[in-house]
């Protein structure tokens, strides 16, 4: 079971470096307007569609494995008890102790 948990936290970290570097490859809105005046590397490297496409559905793709590492993690860390009551399923119920009768000075 540690070896899956090694693996999946393995595959946790290489997605979220590799979602990090995807993201940052892209290029903002407002590079559109340079990439008009003579960048033209990108439609040759990537295909004549550009890199949007590629890089996108690549950074999906890696964002998808994030999370579901994350999911796998969750479920195999957390401990197997399971209770109705949640968090509060290891509080023991408070001990009901009868009513003293006040007394009320004369």
Do not use: W, Y
Not at 22 to 39: E, I, N, R, T, Y
Not at 47 to 74: D, E, P
């Amino acid at each position: 079971m540690e070896l899956i948990q090694s693996l999946v936290l393995i595959l946790n970290v290489v997605s979220a470096i590799a979602t990090i570097v995807l993201v940052l490859m892209q290029h903002g809105k407002g590079a559109d307007m340079g990439a008009a005046f003579g960048s033209g590397s990108a439609g040759s490297l990537f295909g004549s569609s550009g890199s949007a496409n590629f890089l996108s559905r690549t950074t999906a793709v890696t964002a998808t494995l994030f999370f579901a590492s994350c999911l796998a993690l969750v479920l195999l860390v957390s401990p197997a008890k399971k209770s109705d009551l949640g968090v509060m399923g290891t509080q023991k119920p408070a001990v009901q102790q009868p009513a003293q009768p006040s007394k009320i000075p004369e």
